[in-house]
Every structure is written in structure tokens, then in C-alpha cells.
């Protein structure tokens, strides 16, 4: 009994200090001075206005992060498909190294992939251009794809292809009427996974970037020597409510528990 | 084996098998190649580079040389004058690596046990919360520990107006405070601290080390657990002698993980660790897009990084093997 | 012939042989059952006939065409799974009418078969259910719909009451073969219950270890079993090793008659087996040997009864339905035991090795 409410003032201090510094940062962006205070001083809301509307350096970072975000992951998606269907469908040494490969750039220190991204791009005469960057951040997410389409196919009954098989469906038949739509939920996973990694990150960004255009988070990176800003707060928001909405989907749509390696739920 | 080729294989006579396979080998090389090029060339590339040298005002040229790892390693003056700065960039990175990712780790798995033990609608807001703090931006992490931790408000803020500096100053404790650099004449500080920068690197691989502990406990058999308990184990016991025992492997993967991701690690150093603290990620950055420009030397350092990362991927894994063989 | 036939089929998984030559025929209308533990082979040999596995050797002819070769999407063979593989994707009505949408069948045709089926299965109105909407039993029905929409030649079933508890099971096998009666569909069930087997089968295959072990009816495999793995598998039996001398069995000191008298040579060794409701207790008027007995226990299950007798060659049950005996045994007991001389088989003993 006493090992049981320790166990939820654990649970409950764990969810507590994980939440801590993001509560600082929604309460900051209430400040109506330049400065960061916690708690805010003189409540507004006009950060808000400023961070959507006002300031063209804000709404184009924005812009920016939207566009390479729904790019990467769409092309993330589209190259982890081959891959991993190849390790499903035939197995074997060699898909297994492609897997491996495919997933090296997420596992590896950014900024040592974002210094190579940087050179490759500067020799291909495509730094700073905004299609090198999607293409960047799709090889650096490629893994999420890679690991959900590949459980959302292991989740694949061989039962079911031999059925279909045996009520006349030819290979592309079956992959086109059971394959892909079981897989489906899994893909779309994947696919927000990468969305959502790719809205915030800077560091390889900054690289292929070459400061001929920004995103938001690197935006917040660059002006970082000169101090945060309340509107550099209301980003943070956004971000945070942007990811939960996607992972509430993606929980309310699909199994997220067993999407990140549970045992599949007992019917 | 696989349906799919079986199936192929039933329905092709031998004879057509060979253009078979190659209709199926163009998309496969197509997306070797793909794969190869992204993920491949960016490294191999770091590492040419890396032999090169810088050109005053004309950025960098190729070239053969080992000069720029004898800086790393020994200094640009060597023999004449040795200098260690960038081997102490490299033990800093280490040194708050490790730290962090052991404590995630260890903070991580008592939480992600009892995590799940919840029921399955309970897991999964959990999984929301955790995976919207992972893909949180580091900047703005940075930001709310940076609030937090700033002598102007947050945490000493705090400590000032509920005495608990005062109380502090009474016990003698704060002198023991600004003896470990927490704390300045006036009240506690935590900008800038070996304190703060662990702390918010450990907060930042936190949520990973639960989803990367994820799998293999919501998988561990608790019936295990349940036999250990009926043949007398107490909880602590349960924890020593069934739980720890089996998560041995799992555990030691997460922390080299965490422990790679860490190396990497950029804002979390340059706001919160002091200036003679810095790693060798931030000298990467310098080097290559900052202040110093100098690429050929930022990718010899980068390869250094990765190399070393490498080693305590080989060693862990070696380890691993020995003890469970 | 019309019908499905099977010449020297076998099947090698890298150096296990999971198949031995088989040579079977399926004549048309008719419905068998492969019947065998599990391992013995006789879900490969279903794959095979469905063409999802690829026999290593042999032929497969289908009235009189040779369709070893032939892919499973070309065979169309309506196929049962064992948990059905029902898609989870679909709903109830797009599971039954798969096959006629991806062969391009007109979709006012494919609905109105899908509803015939739904009628056939009786799951009228269950069309747009989805499937984990469903019961097992229910799956089940949409499962044989599923394999029946193609009209296929031969229909396939791969332990398909596995899924279906006690009850619903016997059920469903009287009105699965009561429908494959209605149809007049070549049918295969694979199973390893044999209560399912002879319950539906025209013709029962007893399979072991890869091997064909007898091919025949109900009766015949229950009363004339030929080998005494079959003996053994199918129903239970007492058995007893022995040897044969002068036309007539000894086992230990007792000597037994048995008829007809059996074709061994003198001093052979044989396993012999008897059912458990073919000897009877302390009746003078029945024919054959009769040993002392002592009743060690007794088993009431209600519809029969059996009694457990210790005999000086061996243990061995006795059952008897209800009513049938007249006496109340009680452990302890001394009787005597009757073996009727038809009642008892006689086997070559290097079969006992099982």
C-alpha cells in the first residue's frame, strides 16, 4: 500500500519535472517587456500577434518549417518504404545492412552529420538551397519510417497473404489490398514522427542552411547570443501544441504503445 | 522464408526467373544507391576533408596531410610546445556525456517500470506527453532551463525570497555552495555550472531513455515477477534478483545510446557550461561555421568525435557479449 | 479421373522431409479429412494442394490436368484458415466479395453473391459488420463464405473448429458438412480432432510423421485399423505385446485365441490391441479367453463407464455405456475378463515403436 502511493508521488514528481521547463516557457511568453521573466510580468498576448502576423522574420521562419518539414517526411516516408519492405519481403545480410544505413544519420551526433551534409551540398553547388534541406532532414529521419512501417509489416498476419493469394490475388494485387492498407496507420505514423522531429531541428539545418534561409528553431538559434525573447517563447508553444496534437493522433488513431515496441494489446 | 517469394517462385517457371529478378533488381540498386549517397558520402567526405588544410581568406583546399589531428591531439606547436586544449574539449565531452546518460538512465527506469504497470489507455497519454518533450527543440529546452536557472528570476529568485538563501548563510552550507562555483556573494547560481549543464543534458535524453526502455519492459513477463513475490521476494528483492537481471542488456544499450546522441550536444554547453569547460561539439561548430573557420580542422575534430563514439559502441557491445556468453 | 489426384507428392524442408510420397485421390463431391497429430505433415500436404508451397516431388492433377506448377492466385482453391485470416481491414461484405472485386467481377454481380453468401452462412444483415465486430462462430461462417465466393473447384479447410469452443464446435461441424453436402464441393479438412473427422468425412487419411499410415471410412479406420499407430490414434485401445505360437497369441504365460488366426510366422513378436468396449465382465455366455481380473479403479463419466482391471498380461480398461452392465464394480473387486477372438488386432511388432 505504501509501496503503491510511492510509486505514484514517483510517477507523479517524474511528470512534474518534465513539465517544469515547459510551463517556464509558456508563462514567459506572457511577458510584454523584451526580457524573460518568470513569472511574467505585465501579462499580454501580443507576442502571439507578433510571432503569426506581425513580423515577416517570424511568419517566413515559419513558413520555412512548415515546408521542409511536411517535405522531409513525405520523402522520408517514400525512401523508408523500399527499405524496409525489402527487409520484411526477403530478409537476409543485405537488407539488413541497407536498414542499418539508412538509420546511422539519426543514431550518430547531429552535428557531425550536419558538418558532412554541409560539404556534400557545398560540392553539389546546393547549399543554401531549400530542396537540399528537406532532402537533408529526410535522410536524417529516414529511421523513424524505417522502424514503424517495418513493425507495421512484422504486424502482418502470413496467414492473410496466403488467403489472399488463395482467392486469386496475384503479389501486386495483395500488396496493393492487404499490404498497404494494414500498413497504413504505421506509415502515417512514421510519417508524423519525422514531421515532427523535423520542425525542431536546427543543428543540421543550420549547416545545409548556409543562413540563406531560416526556420523557426533556427531562427531561435541564431539569435541566441543575444537573449531569448518573449516571442521566441511563443514559438516554443507552438511547438509543444503542434507535437502533442500530432502524438494524440497518432495514440487516438493508432496503437502508440505498441508502435513503440509493447506486445501487441490483447484483443 | 517469405510467402511473397514463394509465391514468385511458384509462379515462375525457371526460365523466367532471370528477368524477374531483374525487373525486381532495378528499384533495389536504385535505392542502394539513394541510400548510400545520403546517409554514406556525407561521412566519407567529413573524413577527406579532414586531411585538408585552410587557405587565409579562401577558405579551405584538399590535401594530404596529418597536421590538423596532431592539433587535436597535441597542439599545432608540437614538438616544440604540447597543448592539450582539445583533448580536454574531447574529456569534457565524455565527462558530461556520461554523466547525464547514466543518470537518465537511472532515474529513467524505475519511472518507465512502474510506467508500465499502468493500463494501456494510461501508457499511452503517457507516450503523448513523452514523445511531444522528446521532439521538443533543444533551444527551447534550453530556453525553460535557461528561465529557470537565470540569477534574475527563476530558481534563485526563489531561493532569495523564501530565505532559503538566509537560512542558507545561517546553516554555513553556502559557503560549501560557492566552494563547488553554485553559488556567488550574494545567493545561489547555477549559470554557469558543471550542475546545470548535466542537468539539462540529462533532461534532454530523458524522455529517449524511457522509450528506448521502453520495449523490453512492457515485454518483461510479469508472471516472472509474480512467481518471485510468491516465493517470498520482497519488492527490493524482486527489483535485485529478477527485474535488474534481465534488463542487464537493455539498460546498457540505452546508456551508450544516450551516451552517443549526448556527444553532439551543442546549445545545452555553450549556454550553461563555463568557458573553459566547453566540448568538442561546440569546437566542431567553431570551427567549421563559426568564429575560427577553419573546416578541415572542424572535420578532423568531428571524426574524432566519432571515432570515439565508435570505440564505446565496439566496447559496450563487446562487453555485453562477454558477460552474456 | 474427375477429381483432385495426388502422385508421389513429397516435401522437403532443407533436410527434413516434412512429406513421404503420398498418393491420394479426391474424387468429386466427396469430402476427406486428413487426420493427424500435430507435425505429421498434413498441413504441408494442404498447402500443397492450395498451392502455397511447392511440392519438392510428384504430381497434382486436377481432373486429369496437371496443376503441380500452377500458382495459388491461378488454382483458386477456396481455403479456410485456422484463425481465418479474416482482413481487419475490410468489412464483413468486402471480406466475402474480395475475390470477385480483384477479378474484376461487375460490383452490382459481386454484391448480389455477397449477399447470397451472407444468406448461406446465415448472416443476413451482418454485411457492413467489421470483423473484430464479429464472434468466432461468425467469423468462422464469414470465413467459408470468403472461400466459396470464387465457386472454387476444390474447397480447403485448415483446422478450422480450432478456434471455436467445445460446444460451438460440435455444432459447426454438422452444419459445415451438411452444407458440403448441399454444394456437392470436393472438400479437404485438415484436423487433428478425430471426433471432427468422423464426424464430417466421407473418407478419412491417417497421417503420421509425413507418411500416409491407411486411407478409408470412418468405420473402416475405427473397426479395421491397419497398423497400430492407427489403432492407437484413433479411439483408444488396450494394448499388449506378444508372440505368436501354433495360430494363437501368448503373451506372458496366457495364451489368447483370435480369429482370423493370425498371419505371422511361429515365434514372431506382435502387438496386439483391443477396444475398451469389446471385452466384458464375468458373462459365461460370451466366446473367447477369459483371465482373472482385479478392478484397480473405476471412472464414472456419465454416459459410459470405465473399469480399470489389473490382468496377469497387463493392464487394461473396460468401458461400458450406461445400462449396460448390470453390476456396480467397486475397486478391489476380483472378475473375470472376456476377450472376444474377433475383437482383438494383431500388428508386426517393429509398428509397436511409436
Not at chain 2, 260 to 287: D, I
Not at chain 3, 67 to 75: C, E, F, G, M, S
Not at chain 3, 317 to 333: K, L
Amino acid at each position: 500500500m505504501i509501496l503503491r502511493s510511492l510509486s505514484n508521488l514517483f510517477l507523479a514528481l517524474s511528470a512534474i519535472l518534465l513539465a517544469l521547463p515547459i510551463v517556464v516557457v509558456c508563462g514567459a511568453a506572457l511577458n510584454s517587456g523584451r526580457t524573460m521573466f518568470f513569472p511574467p510580468k505585465e501579462p499580454t498576448l501580443s507576442r502571439f500577434y507578433e510571432f503569426f502576423i506581425a513580423e515577416p522574420i517570424w511568419v517566413t521562419a515559419l513558413g520555412n518549417s512548415i515546408l521542409i518539414a511536411f517535405g522531409s517526411a513525405a520523402l522520408a516516408v517514400l525512401l523508408a518504404w523500399p527499405v524496409a519492405y525489402g527487409l520484411w519481403a526477403k530478409g537476409g545480410r543485405a537488407s539488413q545492412v541497407l536498414a542499418g544505413l539508412g538509420s546511422m544519420p539519426f543514431a550518430l551526433p547531429p552535428i557531425v552529420f550536419g558538418v558532412g551534409l554541409g560539404f556534400l551540398w557545398t560540392f553539389l553547388g546546393a547549399l543554401g538551397a531549400v530542396w537540399a534541406g528537406i532532402i537533408s532532414h529526410a535522410t536524417l529521419f529516414l529511421a523513424l519510417p524505417i522502424v514503424t512501417i517495418s513493425i507495421g509489416l512484422q504486424s502482418i498476419d502470413r496467414s492473410h497473404l496466403d488467403a489472399a493469394a488463395t482467392m486469386g490475388a496475384t503479389s501486386s494485387v495483395i500488396f496493393r489490398t492487404v499490404i498497404l492498407p494494414q500498413t497504413m496507420p504505421y506509415t502515417i505514423s512514421g510519417f508524423f514522427f519525422a514531421l515532427v522531429l523535423s520542425f525542431n531541428e536546427f543543428i543540421v539545418m543550420f549547416f545545409v542552411s548556409a543562413s540563406a534561409y531560416s526556420t523557426v528553431t533556427l531562427q531561435i538559434f541564431n539569435s541566441l547570443r543575444n537573449g531569448y525573447t518573449p516571442t521566441m517563447a511563443v514559438a516554443a508553444i507552438t511547438f509543444i501544441v503542434v507535437s502533442l496534437m500530432v502524438f494524440s493522433a497518432v495514440a487516438r488513431w493508432g496503437d502508440l504503445p505498441r508502435l513503440m515496441g509493447a506486445e501487441p494489446a490483447k484483443p | 522464408m517469405s510467402v511473397i517469394s514463394d509465391l514468385d517462385a511458384v509462379a515462375q517457371p525457371p526460365n523466367t526467373t532471370r528477368s524477374e529478378a531483374r525487373k525486381w533488381a532495378n528499384p533495389q540498386v536504385l535505392i542502394w544507391a539513394v541510400v548510400l549517397f545520403l546517409c554514406l558520402t556525407p561521412f566519407i567526405l567529413i573524413f577527406a576533408v579532414s586531411f585538408g588544410h585552410k587557405v587565409e581568406g579562401a577558405g579551405w583546399v584538399w590535401g594530404f596531410s596529418f597536421a590538423n589531428y596532431q592539433r587535436v591531439f597535441v597542439g599545432a606547436e608540437w614538438p616544440d610546445q604540447v597543448t592539450w586544449l582539445y583533448l580536454q574539449r574531447l574529456y569534457y565531452s565524455l565527462y558530461y556525456a556520461v554523466i547525464a546518460a547514466v543518470l537518465a538512465v537511472v532515474t529513467a527506469f524505475p519511472f518507465t517500470y512502474l510506467m508500465t504497470g499502468l493500463s494501456r489507455r494510461a501508457q499511452s497519454a503517457w507516450l503523448v506527453f513523452l514523445l511531444s518533450s522528446l521532439s521538443l527543440s533543444e533551444v527551447f529546452i534550453v530556453m525553460g532551463w535557461d528561465v529557470l536557472l537565470s540569477n534574475r528570476s527563476g530558481l534563485p529568485m526563489v531561493f532569495k525570497e523564501t530565505g532559503l538563501t538566509d537560512w542558507l548563510k545561517a546553516v554555513g552550507w553556502f559557503d560549501v555552495l560557492r566552494e563547488w562555483g553554485l553559488a556567488n556573494p550574494r545567493n545561489v547560481k547555477f549559470k554557469t555550472s558543471v550542475l546545470a549543464t548535466v542537468l539539462t543534458m540529462s533532461y534532454l535524453v530523458w524522455p529517449y531513455a524511457v522509450i528506448l526502455l521502453y520495449p523490453p519492459l512492457s515485454r518483461l513477463d510479469r508472471s516472472m515477477v509474480e512467481a518471485a513475490h510468491t516465493m517470498g521476494a520482497g519488492p527490493w528483492t524482486v527489483m535485485r534478483t529478477v527485474v535488474l537481471p534481465a534488463m542487464r542488456l537493455p539498460l546498457v544499450g540505452t546508456i551508450l545510446l544516450l551516451f552517443v546522441f549526448l556527444l553532439g550536444v551543442y546549445v545545452a554547453v555553450t549556454v550553461f557550461a563555463e568557458p573553459a569547460k566547453q566540448t568538442m561539439s561546440v569546437s566542431v561548430y567553431g570551427a567549421v561555421r563559426g568564429n575560427t573557420l577553419n573546416a578541415p580542422f572542424g572535420a578532423a575534430q568531428a571524426i574524432v568525435l566519432l571515432v570515439t563514439a565508435a570505440i564505446f559502441l565496439v566496447l559496450g557491445q563487446w562487453m555485453n557479449r562477454r558477460t552474456a556468453s | 479421373m474427375n477429381g483432385l489426384s495426388l502422385t508421389g507428392i513429397y516435401k522437403d524442408f532443407g533436410s527434413v522431409r516434412a512429406v513421404e510420397n503420398v498418393h491420394l485421390d479426391f474424387a468429386q463431391g466427396e469430402l476427406t479429412a486428413l487426420l493427424g497429430p500435430s507435425g505429421c505433415g498434413k498441413t504441408t500436404l494442404l498447402r500443397m494442394i492450395a498451392g502455397l508451397e511447392l511440392p519438392s516431388g510428384g504430381a497434382i492433377r486436377l481432373n486429369d490436368d496437371d496443376i503441380t506448377a500452377l500458382p495459388a492466385h491461378k488454382r483458386r482453391f477456396g481455403m479456410v484458415f485456422q484463425n481465418f485470416a479474416l482482413f481487419p481491414h475490410l468489412s464483413v461484405r468486402e471480406n466475402i466479395v474480395y475475390s470477385l472485386v480483384i477479378s474484376g467481377t461487375a460490383k452490382a454481380d459481386a454484391m448480389e453473391t455477397g449477399e447470397r453468401l451472407l444468406d448461406l452462412v446465415q448472416l443476413k444483415g451482418y454485411g457492413d459488420r467489421r470483423i473484430s465486430a464479429l464472434s468466432g462462430g461468425q467469423r468462422q461462417r464469414v470465413a467459408i463464405a470468403r472461400a466459396l465466393a470464387q465457386e472454387p473447384d476444390v474447397f480447403l479447410l485448415d483446422e478450422p473448429m480450432s478456434a471455436l469452443d467445445a460446444k460451438l464446435r460440435e455444432d459447426m461441424q454438422v452444419e459445415l458438412r451438411l452444407l458440403q453436402q448441399r454444394l456437392g464441393i470436393t472438400t479437404i479438412v485438415v484436423t487433428h480432432d478425430q471426433r471432427e473427422a468422423m464426424t464430417m468425412a466421407d473418407k478419412i487419411v491417417v497421417m503420421s510423421q509425413g507418411k500416409v499410415e491407411q486411407v478409408g471410412s470412418p468405420q473402416d479406420i475405427y473397426h479395421r485399423p491397419e497398423n497400430a499407430f492407427v489403432a492407437d490414434f484413433i479411439g483408444r485401445a488396450n494394448f499388449f505385446d506378444g508372440v505368436v505360437e501354433n495360430g494363437q497369441l501368448r503373451i506372458a504365460d496366457t495364451v489368447l485365441n483370435t480369429t482370423p488366426a493370425p498371419a505371422f510366422l511361429n515365434g514372431s513378436g506382435v502387438r496386439i490391441a483391443c477396444r475398451p468396449e469389446l471385452p466384458c465382465l464375468d458373462r459365461e455366455d460370451v466366446e473367447g479367453s477369459r483371465l482373472n481380473a482385479t478392478v484397480t479403479f473405476v471412472r464414472d463419466l456419465g454416459p459410459a463407464r470405465d473399469i480399470h482391471l489389473k490382468t496377469a498380461i497387463g493392464p487394461m480398461i473396460v468401458e461400458y455405456a450406461q445400462g449396460e452392465d448390470q453390476q456396480q464394480y467397486r475397486v478391489g473387486q476380483e472378475t473375470v475378463v472376456t476377450l472376444p477372438a474377433e475383437g482383438l488386432h494383431v500388428f508386426p511388432e517393429e509398428k509397436a515403436v511409436l
